[in-house]
């Protein structure tokens, strides 16, 4: 694990059951885009948004409790791992840079 990162097992960190998915997604790799409206729906309401990865899904919400962006990642249906992160822009370097920037 590089300095710095923030990694939470899947058994102590998973997105909290009663979120409902967002419509939209709230960051690509395709253009290393973050959607900040949707980012600022994530924030206000009990939801979760994708990010869409090539060679994986990530499934994104804001933890209220620990105030910080929190990403599962998935690949093949199976939750690999769950990142946090102070900003979205510093949750997708740290995804990107393990599961890929494409």
């Known amino acids: 694990m590089r300095p710095g990162r923030q990694v939470i097992m899947a058994e102590i960190l998973t997105r909290p059951e009663n979120y409902t998915e967002h419509h939209k997604v709230v960051m690509s790799n395709c253009f290393h885009e973050i959607d900040e409206t949707v980012a ?6 009990e939801l979760f948004a994708q990010y869409s990865g090539w060679g994986f899904c990530g499934k ?20 690999q791992e769950t990142v946090k992160a102070d900003s979205l822009k510093e949750l997708m370097e740290t995804v990107s840079n393990d599961y890929g920037w494409n």
């Open 60 to 79: 994104v919400w804001w933890n209220r409790e620990l105030k910080n962006w929190c990403c599962e990642i998935w690949r093949y249906r199976s939750h």
């Open 40 to 45: 600022k729906l994530l924030k206000k309401k």
